[in-house]
């Protein structure tokens, strides 16, 4: 869209879509930001009573880092992909959706497996708030991430459409 100020300047105007998909990826960013501040709190408990020992998402050599890594970086993706404005530029939403499917299946099998991450340990693992937090937020992630793609259309995918040209070749 093209819309003519009264001096006469030219200036670009996205679409609803366009501003839609912009405002979810800026939450989806929000949402990763939120998950590394998450990561400070307790994950996993190992033991029980006095020797219980509590492990937080970045503690070394714990799964629970790559779930609060690849939702950072699924955040950062969109958030910065949200923010840029020069021309031919899209937000980006599948690189940053993938992520964000990554850190919440990662979150489920961590939950569900937790008995497994050490077979000396077993059941003796337990599961903090950290890791509800960080479950719930990357589904969070993931659902508006995914609106993110599903609200893309094809008009939308470069509203600088009279600068780029498309070919297509059938063989």
Known sequence: MVDTSARGSV?????????R?????????VLGLLMFAFGFL???SVGGGKNQAEYSGFAFQMPTTAIV???LAAGL???LGATERRAGRGVPSAVPLGLAASSLLLAVG???GKGAINPELGDKVGVEI??????ITAALQTIVLGMCLASRRKEDLD????TSTTTSTRR
């Open 11 to 19: 200036r670009r105007t996205e679409s609803d879509s366009a501003r």
């Open 21 to 29: 998909e912009r405002s979810l990826s800026m939450i989806g960013g």
């Open 42 to 44: 307790r994950w996993l």
């Open 69 to 71: 890594g690849l939702s």
């Open 77 to 79: 993706i969109a958030l």
């Open 110 to 112: 961590v939950y569900l």
């Open 130 to 135: 950290g890791l509800i937090l960080g479950l």
């Open 159 to 162: 509203y600088n459409s009279d």
